[in-house]
């Protein structure tokens, strides 16, 4: 965030003002033994976490030695700061405090959790030297049987974004081995459960009134033998290589004008897919009118008319069909007048 650069540079020019007092009370906290810094935090927590930090209370959490780990969160919660990216985290953030705390209530995993807003911890944020926010540290104990052979804070970036408190607590857990890491319970969404049953019961109503209505159209044989015919018309013309290829509609034939037909049997446009189904779903039609429509008529004459009309149909469609594989690729063998 670029506010940060300069608010950290006015701050610099108050360190020189700091309260004697304050920070003699910041010094008399942090001597306190380890143990007893534990308790006095983790009480806090049981009645609020993440707990809410200062720059003195800060120190006093995090100063060595230490035998237990603190999660602080460096963030900037303003709206003067805009930071987006720290409100989207700030409840996930209060989620995984409030279910890694209940679920340790004896604090038995010892790790504490707390949050640094800038306006509360301005000398801190210059001491990191941080230019964003947020930021998460993992402070790993100085003493005791967890103890880490370095005292540096181990820093979570949130390069990709506000991250779930699933992915958080799974970080942690990582960095907290042999202790005790109770899961993350989210609260119940009543307004999703209720607006859940409301639908799937408005959608079961809908249903059962519409039923005798949509019944005789799913029974149906045409609508299934209609439904069958295009998925075969449009499988079979090339409908999925177009959807894997991502090819074009049409192209241009170099000469100012529209190609409608691609080059070679490997290759083919969307507009050309649609040509073939359609002569396609033609031959269907006619095979089945001769095969299932002229034998059925009584009269010879209209019988005779219908059969030639029909194959007339079937042969001129079907000369077209291979004049479009030659043109594809002159190599095809087969031909039929009056396309050629």
Same mark, same amino acid.
């Given at each position: 965030?670029?506010?940060?650069?300069?608010?950290?540079?006015?701050?610099?020019?108050?360190?020189?003002?700091?309260?004697?007092?304050?920070?003699?009370?910041?010094?008399?906290?942090?001597?306190?033994?380890?143990?007893?810094?534990?308790?006095?935090?983790?009480?806090?927590?049981?009645?609020?976490?993440?707990?809410?930090?200062?720059?003195?209370?800060?120190?006093?959490?995090?100063?060595?030695?230490?035998?237990?780990?603190?999660?602080?969160?460096?963030?900037?919660?303003?709206?003067?700061? !805009?930071?987006?990216?720290?409100? /989207?985290?700030?409840?996930?953030?209060?989620? =995984?405090?409030?279910?890694?705390?209940?679920?340790?209530?004896?604090?038995?995993?010892? *790790?504490?959790?707390?949050?640094?807003?800038?306006?509360?911890?301005?000398?801190?944020?210059?001491?990191?030297? =941080?230019?964003?926010?947020? !930021?998460?540290?993992?402070?790993?104990?100085? +003493?005791?049987?967890?103890?880490?052979?370095?005292?540096?804070?181990?820093?979570?970036?949130?390069?990709?974004?506000?991250?779930?408190? /699933?992915?958080?607590?799974?970080?942690?857990?990582?960095?907290?081995?042999?202790?005790?890491?109770?899961?993350?319970?989210?609260?119940?969404?009543?307004?999703?459960?209720?607006?859940?049953? !409301? =639908?799937?019961?408005?959608?079961?109503?809908?249903?059962?009134?519409?039923?005798?209505?949509?019944?005789?159209?799913?029974?149906?044989?045409?609508?299934?033998?209609?439904?069958? *015919?295009?998925?075969?018309?449009?499988?079979?013309?090339?409908?999925?290589?177009?959807?894997?290829?991502?090819?074009?509609? +049409?192209?241009?034939?170099?000469?100012?004008?529209?190609?409608?037909?691609?080059?070679?049997?490997?290759?083919?446009?969307? *507009? /050309?897919?649609?040509?073939?189904?359609?002569?396609?779903?033609?031959?269907?039609?006619?095979?089945?009118?001769?095969?299932?429509?002229?034998?059925?008529?009584?009269?010879?004459?209209?019988?005779?008319?219908?059969?030639?009309?029909?194959?007339? +149909?079937?042969?001129? +469609?079907?000369?077209?069909?291979?004049?479009?594989?030659?043109?594809?690729?002159?190599?095809?063998?087969?031909?039929?007048?009056?396309?050629?």
């Amino acid at each position: 965030m670029r506010w940060l650069p300069a608010l950290l540079s006015a701050a610099s020019l108050l360190l020189t003002a700091v309260n004697p007092a304050v920070a003699a009370k910041s010094a008399s906290a942090s001597k306190r033994a380890p143990e007893e810094r534990f308790n006095h935090f983790h009480a806090k927590s049981l009645s609020s976490t993440p707990v809410k930090l200062s720059d003195a209370s800060y120190r006093e959490l995090t100063a060595a030695p230490r035998d237990y780990s603190v999660a602080v969160l460096m963030t900037a919660l303003d709206s003067r700061f !805009v930071c987006q990216l720290c409100r /989207e985290f700030q409840p996930e953030w209060e989620l =995984l405090a409030r279910s890694w705390t209940k679920g340790d209530k004896k604090g038995e995993s010892r *790790l504490l959790f707390g949050t640094l807003d800038f306006l509360d911890g301005r000398d801190i944020f210059m001491s990191f030297g =941080l230019q964003t926010a947020p !930021v998460l540290f993992l402070f790993p104990p100085t +003493v005791g049987p967890h103890a880490s052979g370095s005292s540096e804070p181990i820093r979570y970036d949130f390069t990709n974004g506000p991250a779930p408190a /699933e992915h958080i607590h799974a970080w942690l857990s990582r960095h907290l081995p042999n202790r005790p890491h109770p899961p993350i319970k989210r609260p119940i969404n009543w307004m999703r459960w209720i607006t859940t049953i !409301v =639908l799937l019961a408005g959608g079961a109503t809908a249903s059962l009134v519409a039923w005798p209505y949509v019944l005789p159209v799913v029974q149906s044989r045409t609508v299934w033998a209609a439904i069958t *015919l295009i998925s075969i018309l449009l499988f079979t013309s090339g409908h999925m290589f177009n959807q894997i290829r991502n090819v074009p509609y +049409v192209a241009g034939d170099g000469r100012g004008g529209i190609a409608y037909f691609a080059h070679g049997f490997q290759n083919q446009y969307g *507009l /050309e897919t649609q040509i073939v189904a359609a002569l396609y779903g033609i031959l269907a039609l006619s095979g089945i009118s001769l095969a299932i429509k002229v034998p059925r008529m009584t009269d010879p004459k209209t019988q005779s008319v219908a059969l030639l009309a029909w194959g007339g +149909v079937m042969y001129f +469609v079907y000369s077209f069909l291979m004049s479009i594989f030659r043109g594809k690729n002159p190599g095809y063998p087969f031909a039929l007048p009056p396309f050629v």
